[in-house]
């Protein structure tokens, strides 16, 4: 059996024929689930009909007319931020494809690691140059630098901290020491 057609009637809000009001009744006697959906939209409509609406609260369309256009605004950057982003990605994939299709990150990669590699070798020889340095000068005098650097930085550390704990230290009510 086709329950649509009787549906429909039975939610039309069209007056129906005689002869469709006889066919829907005759339905009814038989399908229970017809019955069922009919007796269901009566009640439903009922309780449309009797409840109340609740009117809005005072100010609700002024507050609703300031609301929108701000509302508006906000899915209007939201969708720029998200066109933004998308177009975003879509330059980063293709210059990730480019590179992986060209090779490009292999030459880089060799590139990196030949740069490394000179790095170190200025290192080495700096360091080589500064040790032959060290070898030709006499040992009295680099060990007085020594010993006075040393002395200039723990007296530079002394005034760091002792600085510090100056500017940080927060006096209360009771420690405050006043001199007759």
Same mark, same amino acid.
Request: aromatic share 12%; net charge positive; charged share 15%.
């Given at each position: 059996?086709?329950?649509?057609?009787?549906?429909?009637?039975?939610?039309?809000?069209?007056?129906?024929?005689?002869?469709?009001?006889?066919?829907?009744?005759?339905?009814?006697?038989?399908?229970?689930?017809?019955?069922?959906?009919?007796?269901?939209?009566?009640?439903?409509?009922?309780?449309?009909?009797?409840?109340?609406?609740?009117?809005?609260?005072?100010?609700?369309?002024?507050?609703?007319?300031?609301?929108?256009?701000?509302?508006?605004?906000?899915?209007?950057?939201?969708? $720029?931020?998200?066109?933004?982003?998308?177009?975003?990605?879509?330059? #980063? &994939? *293709?210059? /990730? %494809?480019?590179?992986?299709?060209?090779?490009?990150?292999?030459?880089?990669?060799?590139?990196?690691?030949?740069?490394?590699?000179?790095?170190?070798?200025?290192?080495?020889?700096?360091?080589?140059?500064?040790?032959?340095?060290?070898?030709?000068?006499?040992? $009295?005098?680099?060990?007085?630098?020594?010993?006075?650097?040393?002395? #200039? &930085? *723990?007296? /530079? %550390?002394?005034?760091?901290?002792?600085?510090?704990?100056?500017?940080?230290?927060?006096?209360?009510?009771?420690?405050?020491?006043?001199?007759?």
């Amino acid at each position: 059996m086709k329950h649509n057609q009787y549906k429909s009637w039975i939610l039309n809000d069209q007056p129906l024929t005689s002869k469709q009001k006889k066919e829907l009744q005759g339905h009814l006697e038989t399908c229970s689930q017809c019955k069922k959906f009919y007796l269901t939209w009566l009640s439903t409509r009922q309780l449309l009909s009797s409840s109340h609406l609740q009117a809005p609260s005072p100010g609700f369309s002024n507050r609703w007319k300031n609301y929108l256009p701000f509302q508006q605004e906000r899915e209007r950057a939201r969708h $720029i931020r998200t066109t933004l982003a998308s177009l975003i990605m879509i330059g #980063l &994939l *293709a210059n /990730l %494809i480019y590179i992986l299709r060209n090779n490009l990150l292999l030459n880089w990669i060799a590139a990196g690691l030949n740069t490394i590699t000179k790095l170190f070798v200025i290192l080495t020889k700096g360091l080589s140059n500064f040790s032959q340095l060290l070898n030709q000068t006499p040992t $009295i005098p680099i060990s007085v630098g020594i010993v006075f650097l040393g002395v #200039l &930085l *723990a007296f /530079l %550390i002394v005034f760091i901290f002792t600085t510090w704990r100056w500017l940080s230290k927060e006096y209360h009510a009771d420690e405050i020491i006043v001199e007759d």
